[in-house]
């Protein structure tokens, strides 16, 4: 994931960076728009997934966290993650607690 944001990033850097030159240049109004619209996008697409998908924790956050009853297994890791709840402020975080348990053979 992270390649593929830093390529995403890079790109509506350039698009940005794109803009001036392109007006410079003397392009037709259309193309500064796009590459404005483009660049804007990218970047905002990039900070948005940054911010809302959060990194996985190695240990339990502290005392004034309180384990809910969702648990999941992560398809980025396939490591089993226990989500965290801080009551007075509503965060949630999530912990790898381990991997996830064997499946049984089905015996049909």
């Keep these: 994931m992270p390649v593929l944001r830093a390529i995403l990033v890079t790109a509506g850097v350039l698009a940005l960076v794109g803009v001036p030159v392109s007006v410079f240049c003397g392009a037709p109004f259309p193309i500064p728009l796009w590459l404005a619209g483009g660049g804007i996008v990218l ?39 226990q989500v965290y709840l801080k009551p007075r402020t509503g965060e949630r975080t999530y912990v790898v607690i381990g991997d996830p348990p064997a499946k049984t053979p089905d015996p049909s």
């Design 43 to 81: 970047l905002l697409g990039s900070l948005y997934e940054r911010i809302h998908y959060k990194r996985l924790a190695g240990a339990s956050p502290g005392p004034d966290w309180e384990a809910t009853a969702e648990r999941f297994v992560d398809p980025e890791t396939g490591k089993l993650v």
